[in-house]
């Protein structure tokens, strides 16, 4: 069976008491079916210790992921989180998201000094391309495809364009195993993208808030 991963990006949304009732939602009603999937959450920063004695006290195999990471280690950068730190929490790190790349103005400089971050703390970068033809990083295994189009609109792209598209970036990446698609994706979506043969999950932003919709995605995926 294909591994099938399923995250929810946060973004910049959730305090402290909505994050652990969505987790204790989640794990009170989650099925068996839903156990095979590969479960991450990425919540901002401010909420990561929480969600992991949470995720500890509750035995749940849901793994957290940041949403960035310092271009730098340890040291004098201010108002940054660097690798060694998130490594206490999370296993995964999003890179290279378009709403990064838009509104804090990061190029490719800075989102390669990020995967090198991530690769030097034995963290998967989950590393998101906008289109087919973006560079990337060496060893990065998992890519996450959102054209902007698709992101918050409504409007995700079709399930064959990105299964298309999935294939000619493992072609091009040989050390690509894993494609995601990422684009206004819900419960009512999901399987038209998670039944292609070459997509491998899917990052949910907007339908992963209510856990109730991000069951609904994890029973349909
Ligand atoms: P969306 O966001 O599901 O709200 O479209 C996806 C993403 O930006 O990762």
């Not at 929490?89 to 509104?103: A, N, P, Q």
């Not at 400089?109 to 590393?127: G, W």
Request: with cysteine; aromatic share 8%; glycine share 6%.
């Amino acid at each position: 069976m294909k591994k099938c991963f399923i995250i929810a990006n946060w973004k910049s949304n959730r305090t402290t008491s909505q994050a652990k009732e969505w987790l204790e939602t989640v794990e009170k009603l989650k099925v068996q079916s839903e156990i095979d999937k590969e479960v991450i959450v990425c919540p901002p920063f401010t909420l990561l210790s929480d969600l992991k004695s949470l995720i500890f006290n509750l035995k749940s195999s849901i793994k957290l992921g940041a949403q960035d990471i310092s271009p730098f280690g340890p040291g004098a950068y201010t108002g940054a989180v660097n690798g060694v730190q998130i490594k206490e929490f999370c296993d995964y790190v999003l890179i290279g998201h378009s709403e990064r790349r838009k509104h804090f103005h990061e190029d490719e400089k800075i989102i390669t000094e990020k995967v090198h971050q991530a690769q030097k703390n034995s963290l998967h970068p989950i590393f998101c391309v906008q289109d087919e033809n973006a560079s990337v990083p060496d060893g990065v295994s998992i890519i996450a495809y959102e054209p902007v189009f698709a992101i918050g609109t409504g409007n995700p792209d079709t399930p064959e364009n990105t299964e298309n598209i999935a294939k000619k970036i493992k072609s091009a990446h040989k050390e690509v195993v894993y494609v995601l698609y990422g684009g206004s994706i819900n419960s009512t979506n999901v399987y038209n993208f998670t039944s292609q043969p070459s997509i491998d999950g899917v990052l949910v932003g907007g339908a992963s808030l209510e856990a109730k919709e991000f069951l609904n995605i994890l029973q349909n995926a």
